[in-house]
């Protein structure tokens, strides 16, 4: 069974910084968009930022200059460099990524369990 599995949320003032990684694993074959999302209570999930096999980036615009998205391929793992935290970008942030699994043709998106990261004022 595929998993995503994330790590890196926490606590942080305004102003700070963290990172966060997700990996894939398990029964891959290969690995191509993979991105980052986010959700608050009552809110729709959004795109943070996402990064296509070949390294190619795009952002929302809340968080363009402050975060940047990179990936080893090698390593099946995606991460998110956040700085310059804000209280707005309080949410619960989700890996996701579309995945061939080993023994299939047919590719499918996946989604992680989600960590959360708080930034205080």
């Known amino acids: 069974q595929v998993q995503l599995v994330e790590s890196g949320g926490g606590l942080v003032q305004a102003g700070g910084s963290l990172r966060l990684s997700c990996a894939a694993s398990?029964?891959?074959?290969?690995?191509?968009?993979m991105g980052w999302y986010r959700q608050t209570p009552g809110k729709q999930r959004e795109l943070v930022a996402g990064?296509?096999?070949?390294?190619?980036?795009n952002y929302a615009d809340s968080v363009k200059g402050r975060f940047t998205i990179s990936r080893d391929n090698a390593k099946k793992t995606v991460y998110l460099q956040m700085n310059s935290l804000k209280p707005e970008d309080t949410a619960v942030y989700y890996c996701?990524?579309?995945?061939?699994?080993?023994?299939?043709?047919?590719?499918?998106?996946?989604w992680g369990q989600g960590t959360q990261v708080t930034v205080s004022s």
């Open positions: 990064i296509t096999t070949g390294g190619i980036t």
């Open positions: 996701n990524a579309d995945i061939r699994p080993l023994g299939t043709t047919f590719t499918y998106n996946y």
């Open positions: 398990r029964n891959i074959f290969s690995v191509n968009d």
